[in-house]
């Protein structure tokens, strides 16, 4: 599996940007699919995740009632609506995927199998 992540770009605070992850290959039902940002001098940290099958989704405290992940399987692609921005969203941001959902495992770096390359969120104040 491949992930192709774009998206990113420069924003002011307030402002909405939309992240896509593009999957290549057979994406099953049991993968997980996640979102995970690095901020300059910190280390990478859990965003939101998705299952592939089913409604369950998962957020880091820190963007939830701001951000939002959903799926197309049809187009085997994930997004991230990002509403309510603040210059602490500042990060490159990551998609990644596991193969093998566990509710323990889903904010967990560790976890996931495929990353895709980053794409740069920076959010002016």
């Known amino acids: 599996v491949q992930l192709q992540a774009s998206g990113g770009g420069l924003v002011q605070a307030g402002g909405s940007l939309r992240l896509s992850c593009a999957a290549s290959?057979?994406?099953?039902?049991?993968?997980?699919m996640g979102w995970f940002r690095q901020a300059p001098g910190k280390e990478r940290e859990f965003v939101a995740a998705i299952r592939w099958s089913g409604d369950s989704t998962y957020y880091a405290d820190s963007v939830k009632g701001r951000f939002t992940i959903s799926r197309d399987n049809a187009k085997n692609t994930v997004y991230l609506q990002m509403n309510s921005l603040k210059p602490e969203d500042t990060a490159v941001y990551y998609c990644?995927?596991?193969?093998?959902?566990?509710?323990?495992?889903?904010?967990?770096?560790?976890?996931?199998?495929?990353w895709g390359q980053g794409t740069q969120v920076t959010v002016s104040s």
């Open positions: 290959g057979r994406i099953f039902s049991s993968y997980i």
């Open positions: 990644a995927a596991d193969r093998t959902f566990t509710a323990q495992g889903v904010r967990l770096i560790r976890s996931y199998d495929y």
